[in-house]
Nanobody
């Protein structure tokens, strides 16, 4: 089992930046990728960014150039820096893990709310 706790959400104005954090506990060695998804009101959850254990990063087109995902050396925490925020970035941001073993369980955090006012 893996437990994920996110933090860093809040209310910001358009053009500002935000840094989200997610810390994992439990079966850390079972995690390969860690990433972020978001869900806006009335919309499906969508991929934002991810980072593999080897440090490879992937970004959604909607945040490419404005987002940076990183992890700590212990591969326990993952961070998402989002710059030049717009109201379209509003939503609940969820931390996610992908397993080392294909077909293994994914884990999700409880989510942190990000609201961008215009």
């Amino acid at each position: 089992q893996v437990q994920l706790v996110e933090s860093g959400g809040g209310l910001v104005q358009a053009g500002e930046s935000l840094r989200l954090s997610c810390t994992a506990s439990g079966s850390i060695s079972s995690i390969n990728d860690m990433g972020w998804y978001r869900q806006a009101p009335g919309k499906q959850r969508e991929f934002v960014a991810s980072i593999s254990r080897n440090g490879y990063t992937y970004y959604a087109d909607s945040v490419k150039g404005r987002a940076t995902i990183s992890q700590d050396n212990a591969k326990i925490s993952v961070f998402l820096q989002l710059n030049l925020l717009t109201p379209e970035d509003t939503g609940v941001y969820f931390c996610n893990t992908l397993p080392v073993v294909p077909g293994g369980p994914q884990y999700w955090g409880q989510g942190t709310q990000v609201t961008v006012s215009s």
